[in-house]
């Protein structure tokens, strides 16, 4: 189905523009080229300290970077207002591209604004690095955060895990992955249009859409699931869909546009989680493509601006919650 009669108006330009020239996922590294000298990342806002740190890898892998955002003047254990709470934020790019910079403008008005840190985490990226190379880098720097949550100054006890689109996948991989191991604590995770299920064969994984397109998401979990794709044993920390046990997880948060590739799926995981015992806040906003909320993408359109704000109210409330 073509769904471009139902698209906000807002976005039918911009829209129009991305299908006349679609990202060429095809060959990643030279995408990835092409996107970075197309736009730089964006600047850090005022009112806002950063520094990046080396957290150790996974075992015999590199180390990982993590870029810790927090509001001017609060750094390092003891300062103001004592241990700041944290979100640990996972990029999106489909598993191909993407950067931990890459949300520096977010990510700093978070810190900024909901007086906590918040970390973003430079994971491997596929098709070099398959699963589950890019969950274990983000469950690697995770730990490394709340192991050292006293030099940082950090709540290692108000931690919440967010991310976009494949970052969102991750970050619902992510949430497995900790209450299996359980070694650590989170307590909510936000799931921004994630990207869920390997199988693609819902009705809006078949639209006719922009920005992430459906030959883009084949390409994309060919790449992350590498042997694993096409077969019955990719496991849910892959592809969050295909968790038959979602209970025990952290709250959670699922937001995405009407008319994403990944709506029947997302809807799909909202709904069973909610089955399964798990608060779960949902937003759907009509007319609304992928990543419709970045900044570049049209987020300083109304619809954009409002799944802003309300996902930055939902941290706020969820940071609240976990002090208590």
């Known amino acids: ?58 075992e015999g892998d590199p180390a990982v970077t993590i870029r810790l955002y927090r509001p001017a003047g609060t750094a390092g254990a003891g300062g103001a207002g004592g241990a700041l709470p944290l979100v640990y934020w996972i990029h999106g790019g489909g598993y191909l591209g993407g950067s931990y910079e890459g949300s520096n403008d977010t990510n700093g008005e978070w810190a900024r604004d909901l007086g906590c840190a918040v970390a973003s985490v430079e994971y491997r990226l596929a098709p070099e690095h398959p699963y589950p190379a890019p969950l274990e880098d983000c469950y690697a720097g995770l730990k490394w955060l709340v192991e050292n949550a006293s030099e940082l100054g950090l709540d290692s006890s108000r931690v919440i895990i967010a991310g976009g689109s494949a970052g969102a996948g991750l970050c619902a991989g992510l949430a497995l992955l900790v209450r299996d191991r359980a070694e650590l604590s989170v307590t909510h995770q936000v799931l921004i249009y994630p990207m869920l299920d390997d199988r693609r064969t819902t009705g809006s994984s078949q639209w006719s859409t922009w920005v992430w397109t459906k030959e883009s998401n084949d390409i994309g979990w060919r790449a992350y699931l590498g042997e694993l794709f096409g077969g019955d044993e990719v496991p849910a920390y892959a592809a969050a869909s295909r968790a038959t046990d979602l209970g025990g997880l952290p709250s959670a948060y699922v937001m995405m546009g009407s008319l994403d590739l990944f709506f029947d799926e997302d809807m799909d995981y909202a709904s069973r989680l909610i089955a399964a015992g798990v608060p779960t806040e949902l937003h759907v906003y009509p007319g609304g493509p992928h990543a419709f909320d970045v900044p570049r993408l049209g987020g300083t359109f109304e619809l954009g601006r409002r799944a802003h704000s309300d996902t930055k109210e939902y941290l706020r409330r969820a940071l609240a919650e976990s002090v208590g």
Not at 18 to 28: E, F, Q, V
Not at 38 to 45: H, K, R
């Open 1 to 58: 189905m073509d769904v471009r009669d139902r698209i906000d108006p807002d976005y039918r330009t911009l829209v129009e523009t991305m299908a006349a020239a679609p990202s060429d996922w095809s060959d990643p590294v030279a995408e990835r080229a092409r996107r970075a000298a197309l736009a730089p990342p964006p600047e850090v806002p005022d009112g806002v300290d950063w520094a990046d740190h080396e957290a150790p890898g996974p």
